[in-house]
């Protein structure tokens, strides 16, 4: 099971919503953790156009099993025209590091970029931007505030196919500048750091050559200021952590669900007119005047004056049963 399994049978001890009646229940511990602690936090989103990626570490993504013949591609079965290539399977990411293992495993030999490069696609490597430049300047006018200014490192990788249609990557980095006000806490003697979360995804992109793309992309960056604190918190005790609940086709749960006898879906439970039980049978079709009615089975049979069928099923029932089908719901036809 995991804390959200639906057959964890002990909820009150999992992470989850407490009831507004339950908030101090078992909170009864003050314990202390070590955690960053984010004084501020400041988001950024921002588009670049015609941005220069000058790529490096190139390396060819190439298929896990049999080797290809040389002269044919050797990526993911690209359908090429000119200098357009369509790759089936294009949008399923690969990392850098997946294609170098590749690349080290595979028994056949290395391809050469060959011809001019086509743009597929490119995405950040990691969520961890790597700062530079930084100066920080507190302000007089606003206490506990400073100016914030750096340069923020997107590592993102490049994926291109050349005119071979062999798929290529790269990796490159896109640096962003940023002048931010931040809420700065007070010298300590623990110092505090700044750190960055950032994400990049490219929306079009160019060859240039040399190397060299032209791509117009979307960057995140979110600018942390964080120091490494022992906090004191209110806590309800250590996590009771359940067994793991081993992942299985559960086909037999719907079936085991269902009631155990038969349930009466019968829209016409009242009793007729006749005695309890009696019933009368001619041919195939059966009508019980205990339950004011019946299902035709097989070839319609004769019935007694008074009765009706179902003008869609052919369900025939005694008089009184209703002007609707009870099996279909479609209308009833008298028989005289």
């Not at 407490?18 to 908030?23: D, Q, S, T």
């Not at 997946?98 to 495993?105: G, P, Q």
């Not at 302000?139 to 400073?146: A, E, F, K």
């Not at 806590?235 to 079936?255: L, Q, R």
Request: proline fraction near 7%; hydrophobic fraction near 35%.
């Amino acid at each position: 099971m995991s804390f959200y399994s639906y057959k964890n049978a002990n909820s009150d001890c999992c992470p989850g919503e407490i009831g507004a009646g339950n908030v101090l229940n078992g909170l009864n511990k003050r314990v202390c953790i070590q955690v960053k602690n984010v004084y501020d936090s400041a988001l950024s989103q921002q588009q670049l156009d015609n941005t220069e990626l000058t790529i490096q570490n190139i390396v060819p993504v190439l298929p896990s099993s049999n080797c290809p013949n040389v002269n044919a591609p050797t990526g993911r079965n690209c359908n090429c025209s000119g200098n357009v290539c369509v790759c089936p399977g294009a949008n399923q990411p690969i990392t850098h590091a997946e294609a170098v293992e590749n690349a080290e495993n595979t028994p056949c030999p290395l391809p050469s970029p060959y011809g001019s490069w086509t743009f597929e696609s490119c995405r950040s490597s990691t969520t961890a931007g790597t700062i530079s430049n930084l100066s920080i300047e507190r302000l007089c006018d606003r206490p506990q505030y400073g100016r914030v200014r750096c340069s923020v490192e997107v590592p993102v990788d490049v994926l291109f196919v050349d005119q071979r249609c062999q798929e290529w990557m790269g990796q490159a980095s896109i640096t962003v500048d940023k002048d931010v006000l931040l809420c700065i806490p007070d010298d300590s003697v623990i110092p505090f750091t700044l750190e960055s979360l950032v994400s990049a995804i490219c929306v079009s992109g160019s060859y240039k050559g040399n190397c060299t793309f032209e791509i117009t992309v979307c960057v995140t960056v979110v600018l942390k200021v964080l120091a490494e604190v022992d906090i004191l918190v209110p806590t309800y005790g250590f996590c009771e952590v359940p067994p793991a609940e081993e992942f299985a086709e559960n086909v037999c749960d719907e079936f085991f669900s269902l009631p155990l006898f038969p349930q009466s879906s019968c829209a016409f439970e009242t009793l007729g007119n006749g005695a309890a039980g009696a019933s009368a049978s001619t041919g195939t079709a059966t009508v019980s005047s205990a339950s004011g009615g019946c299902y035709s089975c097989g070839a319609a049979a004769p019935v007694a004056a008074g009765a009706s069928t179902c003008s869609n099923c052919g369900t025939t029932c005694l008089s009184g049963a209703g002007s609707l089908c009870p099996r279909c719901g479609c209308a009833m036809t008298s028989i005289s």
